[in-house]
T-cell receptor, first 115, second 120 residues
Framework: AQKITQTQPGMFVQEKEAVTLDCTYD???????LFWYKQPSSGEMIFLIY??????QNATEGRYSLNFQKARKSANLVISASQLGDSAMYFC????????????FGGGTRLMVKP | GAVVSQHPSWVICKSGTSVKIECRSL??????MFWYRQFPKQSLMLMAT?????????EQGVEKDKFLINHASLTLSTLTVTSAHPEDSSFYIC????????????????FGPGTRLTVL
């Protein structure tokens, strides 16, 4: 079975500073993918970034980067130059190739950006 | 591309009534659709997985007779909450998946905007 752990239920960051949201995962499979989603108060799930288990380089998408440490089974999200609009819930999720397309979600981290 | 819609976006109903929520993939054919439930300040919990033309696979603890899922086509899945009660009040989110071999994001799921159900 797969498991995703997000140890930070809530975090504050000052506007324009960088912030790291932690995510660790557990799986015995070798082929898997890791996702980060943002969920603002409206409820929609917004895809941010993806990292495949065989990807050698860390994924980057604009201000988002994923610090992938495979041996430690961690996939932390780094948001650079935080903006007020970044205030939201953030979910780390994993999909395993042999698990029927199912996404396993972590408990989420609420990020609050201070002006 | 890869847009998923849900209808309605919110619904209020009386206890004992049934509510149907539609999930549509607008610009792609979905191999699989998923239904999630999310309670306030909690994560998404998978309720069921459905493939077009076959019976849905429900997660442990989800009553299949209460949450009826119909996946009539590759672009439409419906969730019907039968005889709804206040404890069924929640945020219901669907997602649709398509298999893309050429992309690193295999089995990527595209989420609908969600439906907020309130049962009085």
């Amino acid at each position: 079975a797969q498991k995703i752990t997000q140890t930070q239920p809530g975090m504050f960051v000052q506007e324009k500073e960088a912030v790291t949201l932690d995510c660790t995962y557990d799986t015995s499979d070798q082929s898997y993918g890791l996702f980060w989603y943002k969920q603002p108060s409206s409820g929609e799930m917004i895809f941010l970034i993806y990292q495949g288990s065989y990807d050698e380089q860390n994924a980057t998408e604009g201000r988002y980067s994923l610090n992938f440490q495979k041996a430690r089974k961690s996939a932390n999200l780094v948001i650079s130059a935080s903006q007020l609009g970044d205030s939201a819930m953030y979910f780390c999720a994993m999909i395993v190739d042999n698990a029927g397309n199912m996404l396993t979600f972590g408990g989420g981290t609420r990020l609050m950006v201070k002006p | 591309g890869a847009v998923v819609s849900q209808h309605p976006s919110w619904v209020i109903c009386k206890s004992g009534t049934s509510v149907k929520i539609e999930c549509r993939s607008l610009d792609f054919q979905a191999t699989t659709m998923f239904w999630y439930r999310q309670f306030p300040k909690q994560s998404l919990m998978l309720m069921a997985t459905s493939n077009e033309g076959s019976k849905a696979t429900y997660e442990q603890g989800v009553e299949k007779d209460k949450f009826l899922i119909n996946h009539a086509s590759l672009t439409l899945s419906t969730l019907t909450v039968t005889s709804a009660h206040p404890e069924d009040s929640s945020f219901y989110i669907c997602s649709a998946s398509r298999y893309r071999v050429a992309s690193g994001r295999r089995h990527e799921q595209f989420f609908g905007p969600g439906t907020r159900l309130t049962v009085l």
